[in-house]
Each structure stands twice: as structure tokens, then as C-alpha cells.
């Protein structure tokens, strides 16, 4: 969009040097990429964003500067008032013609001027001069007016050659098949059905919204004219430039959308201005459609203002920035403003636009630099929040999930040793498969696991956060979220070095490793581990003495209930009622340690049925503050080992944060757990 600083000075008092209006307007979201001088005149352009057509005017222009500036808009009393004028005539011929619209959701308005004994010829100077100095080529003077108000009141403006027009009547109507036009340009172009046309009794004479027709355009010996100013359907004047391959100044504004009250006040200029260039008379005006809708309202609170932009206007002033932007407003309530969105502005939906259009005319620069007001509470209250954390924290170690029926057979949860008593059964199930409510996850996990091997998709790694449902013992129902973990198909690694893929198959240490980093993000500590069965299918999970769920490996019977051939499932199941309530939100930073620390090792022989982490508890327990970290690095049971042994050895790690140990202090809290190991474990040292 191209603008004149001259033009601009027609319709505001500018007091700014061209720079200054170009960076205030910049400032303002109106951005202006660059001007030029030319013939004593300085020439803007601007860069306007879709969603305000208002301001590609000089009306719209002007409308910002003069909110920006505090100044009064200058408006010609020959403008019009926008107002819908009553159908007029003057002459027999002007009482025949008439106007037919096809459709009004393609075009809602349509007005014609009649206009009699013009005369054709070249513009004035100074109406050329300001169409050249932004690219806009003089043609004659009446085309030239049309051209001036649209870049004017930005209202696409055309006028016919009334003599050329067939039938005394216009249409607004899509085209039918097989019909062309001539365009302006000179280009002959195919029509088809979803391209809207202005029509007389027996042709087409203008591609409604984008360009006029080539017999119809008023030349020198044109007399009488018929000035059409209407709105159309932004999305069909979009459909149909596009077929057609064409771009024109009145496309682009149509397609973002132009209002009932400018295309009625830029007719009524438009007259005006032929009349005193062009002299001729008015024989009538014909309107059909509707002007404009109900006028949209918002109610605005002054708090709402402050809060968003952090300052504190007063509604006084917010008032006085939404006037001067063309709004009407009325105080509602107190601290509450009732605003009426003029039709000029259709980008002004809700509340949190009406602070933007205060925060751009008050000044972004205006604002004060703060820091973000930041209310501290607790992270993760709503249970959803922490469901989608545990989801995230699942994701992230690589299993996807799935989400499966909550119906189940009771034949499945027999055999998972569920009594039909325990179960919550439907009335009227659909079929066998979807008899009862599940109490667990773990069955339907293994189906997908199934149907996921039959389509050759592996290796699987899968979870489900979902809802478990029992009988209480009172046969009351009740419901708790649980969480499913399903592992089966290793993975391949191709070891280049060693001309051998390294295979990776899933196991109770895989299982093991997704609840640890679980449990490390949600801030559980103390898991326990114990299998329960002597063939190992099974081991329990228990956080400070409340059991949570369990780890398991299917067994030979539940393979082949779900027709599983030559794998192996690894799968877990835990109460998340349990383990959010065994959640620690407390978390702390602890200083590197300045200090170097020392490594001690400890080599043990114990029995099979002393736990791993009942070793680890004597070791945190007996070595005193300096033991900063234990952990078993090697593990070993065969030859060499006395049968119902294990060998591991155990990795201690010594560290002081005020100042760097002795080896008679280290050796002296090795020593206590080395005692504390033979003492409390029987342990036999190696």
C-alpha cells in the first residue's frame, strides 16, 4: 500500500517530518518499509497485514496518525455519512432499470449510480499527479475518480458505459458455462461456475470484485454512467481470481473485506467528485441487499487493560485511544466499558483486541520494562498434570502408548485368579469378549502385544495409563488408575568393528530400569524388590511397606492363551493411586564437591536369599556422613562360589565437601562396613 504524505495532510494535520511519521507508524504495527521523494512529495509504503484491510486507505491512515497524534480527522462534507440514501429517480429511462442478485451471500450489497451527461476526458493535474506519484496510470477523468476514492476510503469503485448495457437491468450471478469475457486489460477469459460476474440482460460485463469488462468501460464519447459500488463475497472473489490467474487493486480489498458504510460513503464521494469534474447530472440510485448487520459489542474492563499491560490507565484515557480509533463507547458499569466495534474494523472480536488497540496507540514504548509477576505453588496438584508427566517420562524412555478396551472376558481373569464375585459385570454385554469391567491392564496389554507380532511389528515396547474397576468387599464399586508396562522382541545394534549384530533382549533388568527412572522423577525412594514365585515368573514391588504392583515374566499358559509362539513378554503393572501418593515434590540442589574423594571396593560371598538392597542398606547405614554413593558393580554365581551363594562386589565412594580425606579416615569407615557386612549378613569377604 502506497501512500502520499500531501494526500495524507487532506485528511489529518500532520505535524511529524516524514521519518517520524514513518517510525511512529511502525511503532503503531503499521509498518512502513520504506519512502521516496518525488515532485516535492513524500511517498510511503506500507506493509498491511491481512487482518486489517481498513488500512489500506487513507481514511484508515489517517485514522491511526490522527489517534497516535491527537488530532481531529478532516472529513469533506461530500463524503456521504455512509448511510443507505432512498432510491431516487429523474428520468423515465433511470426508472426502468433495475438490479437482480442472484444470490446475497455472494454479493450483499449492490448499489448503482446513474449518472447522465458526463463529460469524458483527461483528469486534472493535480488528480493525476497524486494517482502517478503511487503507481496508479491516469486513464480519464472518470475512471480516475473511481481510482481517488478507492485509494481514498479503500471502496473499489466501477464505472459502465451506460449505452453499452443491455436490458436496463444488472445481474450479480455465477457464470454459466461456456461463457468469456473481454477484461479491461484486453485478455479474453473463460468463465465457469464459480466465478461471480456483473451481468446485463445477454452477457457478462465484469468479473464481480476483480475487473470490469472490455465493451462496457467508458471511453471519450461516453455520455451516461452507471457508478456501481458493492460488496462480495471475500472467498468467491478469492476463488475466482485465482481460476482466472488475474490480480487487480479491487481484488485485494475484496478479499479482505470492505463494509457496508464505506462502499455507501465512497458512492456518494464518488458523485460528488464527477459532478464538479465531470459535470453531468444524477438520474437515480438503485440499492439492493442489505447495508450492514447488528454492530458488534464488547465489554472491556479497565482492570482487564492494566493487568495485560502492566501500567495503569485510567478509563478516561482508554476511552479517549478507542474514539479516536472509530469505536463508540459508553461507560457500562464502573471500571467496565461497553464498546461497539464500527463495521470498518472485523478484525476486533473480543476483549484481548481492544487492549491491543490500546497498548499500540498509547505506545509499547511507553510501557515500563518489569519482571513477569511469578505466584509460586505447587507443581503437578491436578492429577491430570501429574498423569501426563508420568506419560512424558515414559515416552521419553522409548515405549509408546496404546490405548486398549476397558471390557474383558471373565475366562482371561480367571486365569489371573480373579473370583466372579471380585468383578463388575455388564447387564447386557455385546458378546463373550466384553463381559465384565477389567480390574488390570496386564491381559489387554498382551493382546496388543499379540496383534502387534502378527503384524510383524516388533521389537514392542508399549504402556497404558487407564482405570482398573472392582467389587469392594461391601460390593461397592470403585476405580483407580493403574499403569501397565508390556516388553517383548529385542533390539539390534549392528557392531561394525566386531562384524556382528548386538542383540538386546528385554528382561526383569529392563522392567527394572523403567520403574527406577520413574520413581527418580516422581521422588519415590526405597523400592523393594522380591520375587514371589520359585520359578521367577513373578516379582513384587513395594515402596515403604506398601505393596504397589508387580513385575512379571508371562508364563507357558498365558503365551499360549494369546497365541504367542517363540517370544517372550516381560510385563509390569502398579496402582498409580499408590505411587502418587508415595510422591515427593521436594527437590533440592547439592554443591559438586570441591574435593577429590576415594573409590573403596568390597568383594562379598552372601547367600541367595539376602536382597541386594539389604547389602546396600547395611553399607549406607554402617559407613557414617563420608559415604557419598554405593552401588554393586559386578555380580557373579557359579564355579568358585559355594552352592546357594552369590559373589558381588559392592562400590563405595568416600567424599568430604570441607576438606580432602585421609586414608586413615577412609579406611577407618570401610572398616566399620566391612564389620557391620560379616556381622549383619554373614557375609565372607573375598
Not at 477 to 505: F, T
Amino acid at each position: 500500500m502506497k501512500f502520499s504524505y500531501q494526500w495524507l495532510q487532506d485528511f489529518v494535520d500532520v505535524r511529524m517530518t516524514p521519518r517520524e511519521l514513518a517510525d511512529t507508524l511502525t511503532m503503531a504495527g503499521l509498518e512502513v518499509k520504506g519512502w521516496e521523494e518525488k515532485q516535492g512529495d513524500t511517498v510511503f509504503e506500507a506493509e498491511i497485514t491481512s487482518n486489517r484491510p481498513d488500512w489500506l486507505s487513507l481514511m484508515g491512515i489517517a485514522r491511526e496518525v490522527a489517534a497516535i497524534s491527537d488530532r481531529a480527522i478532516k472529513q469533506p462534507k461530500d463524503w456521504g455519512t455512509g448511510k443507505k440514501p432512498a432510491p431516487s429517480c429523474r428520468s423515465s429511462a433511470a426508472a426502468q432499470f433495475s438490479i437482480d442478485l442472484e444470490d446475497q451471500s455472494d454479493c450483499p450489497l449492490y448499489t448503482a449510480r446513474i449518472i447522465t451527461g458526463v463529460r469524458v476526458g483527461p483528469s486534472p493535474e493535480w488528480l493525476r499527479q497524486r494517482l502517478e506519484a503511487i503507481g496508479c496510470r491516469s486513464v480519464n477523468n472518470v475512471v480516475d475518480i473511481t481510482n481517488y476514492v478507492l485509494y481514498e476510503l479503500g471502496e473499489p469503485l466501477h464505472a459502465f458505459d451506460l449505452a453499452t448495457l443491455g436490458g436496463n437491468i444488472i445481474r450479480v450471478r455465477r457464470a454459466r458455462a461456456g461463457e468469456t469475457i473481454a477484461t479491461i486489460d484486453g485478455v479474453q477469459r473463460q468463465l465457469s461456475g464459480d466465478i461471480l460476474v456483473i451481468a446485463d440482460e445477454n452477457r457478462p460485463v465484469a468479473v464481480a470484485g476483480i475487473m470490469g469488462g472490455k465493451d462496457t468501460e467508458v471511453i471519450e464519447r461516453t455520455t451516461d454512467i452507471l457508478l456501481e459500488a458493492a460488496l462480495f463475497n471475500p472467498v468467491v472473489v478469492r476463488r475466482g481470481r485465482q481460476k482466472l490467474g488475474m490480480q487487480s487493486e479491487a481484488a485485494y480489498r475484496f478479499e479482505r473485506g470492505v463494509d457496508a458504510d464505506t462502499a455507501l460513503a465512497a458512492s456518494q464521494r464518488a458523485a460528488a467528485m464527477i459532478r464538479e469534474i465531470c459535470g453531468g447530472t444524477p438520474a437515480s440510485v438503485k440499492i439492493a441487499g442489505h447495508a450492514r448487520g447488528k454492530p458488534r459489542s464488547i465489554s472491556l474492563q479497565v482492570n482487564a487493560v492494566n493487568r495485560m499491560l502492566g501500567i495503569g490507565l485510567s478509563a478516561a484515557k482508554i476511552k479517549t485511544i478507542l474514539v479516536a480509533l472509530g469505536f463508540t463507547v459508553k461507560t457500562k458499569t464502573a471500571g467496565v466499558l461497553a464498546v461497539t466495534v464500527p463495521p470498518f474494523r472485523q478484525d476486533a472480536q473480543g476483549e484481548i483486541d481492544l487492549i491491543e488497540e490500546v497498548a499500540r496507540i498509547y505506545g509499547y514504548a511507553r510501557i515500563p520494562t518489569s519482571l513477569p509477576k511469578v505466584t509460586l505453588q505447587s507443581a503437578g496438584v491436578d492429577p491430570a498434570a501429574r498423569i501426563a508427566g508420568i506419560k512424558q517420562v515414559l515416552v521419553s524412555l522409548g515405549l509408546d502408548e496404546v490405548i486398549t478396551y476397558s471390557l474383558i472376558d471373565r475366562r482371561t481373569l480367571a486365569a489371573e485368579g480373579f473370583s466372579d464375585e471380585s468383578l463388575i459385570a455388564l447387564q447386557n454385554p455385546l458378546n463373550q469378549e466384553q463381559e465384565v469391567l477389567r480390574p488390570i491392564l496386564l491381559p489387554s496389554l498382551v493382546r496388543c502385544v499379540a496383534h502387534n507380532l502378527r503384524q510383524q511389528q516388533f521389537p514392542i515396547a508399549i504402556f497404558e495409563i487407564a482405570k482398573g474397576f472392582s467389587l469392594t468387599g461391601a460390593s461397592v464399586p470403585a476405580e483407580s488408575y493403574r499403569l501397565g508396562v508390556a516388553l517383548c522382541g529385542g533390539r539390534q545394534w549392528l557392531a561394525e568393528k566386531e562384524y556382528s549384530c548386538v542383540q538386546d533382549d528385554p528382561g526383569f533388568l529392563h522392567l527394572k530400569g523403567i520403574v527406577e527412572v520413574l520413581f527418580e522423577r516422581l521422588g519415590i525412594a526405597a523400592a523393594e524388590y522380591a520375587f514371589t514365585q520359585q520359578d521367577d515368573y513373578r516379582c513384587a514391588l513395594t515402596v515403604r511397606g506398601e505393596p504397589v504392583g508387580a513385575l512379571r515374566r508371562l508364563d507357558k499358559a498365558s503365551l499360549e492363551r494369546n497365541d504367542i509362539k517363540n517370544r517372550e513378554v516381560f510385563a509390569l503393572e502398579l496402582s498409580l493411586a499408590s505411587l502418587l501418593r508415595q510422591r515427593s515434590s521436594g527437590k533440592a540442589f547439592k554443591p559438586f564437591a570441591r574435593f577429590p574423594g576415594i573409590l573403596r571396593d568390597i568383594s562379598l560371598v552372601v547367600k541367595n536369599d539376602i536382597p541386594v538392597q539389604a547389602i546396600l542398606d547395611v553399607v549406607r547405614d554402617s559407613a557414617g556422613s563420608l559415604l557419598q554413593k554405593a552401588a554393586v558393580v559386578d555380580f557373579y554365581r557359579g564355579p568358585h562360589i559355594p552352592p546357594g551363594h552369590k559373589n558381588f562386589t559392592v562400590s563405595c565412594f568416600y567424599c568430604s565437601p570441607e576438606r580432602t580425606l585421609s586414608e586413615e579416615e577412609v579406611g577407618q569407615a570401610h572398616a566399620r562396613v566391612t564389620a557391620a557386612l560379616q556381622q549383619q549378613c554373614a557375609a565372607g569377604l573375598r
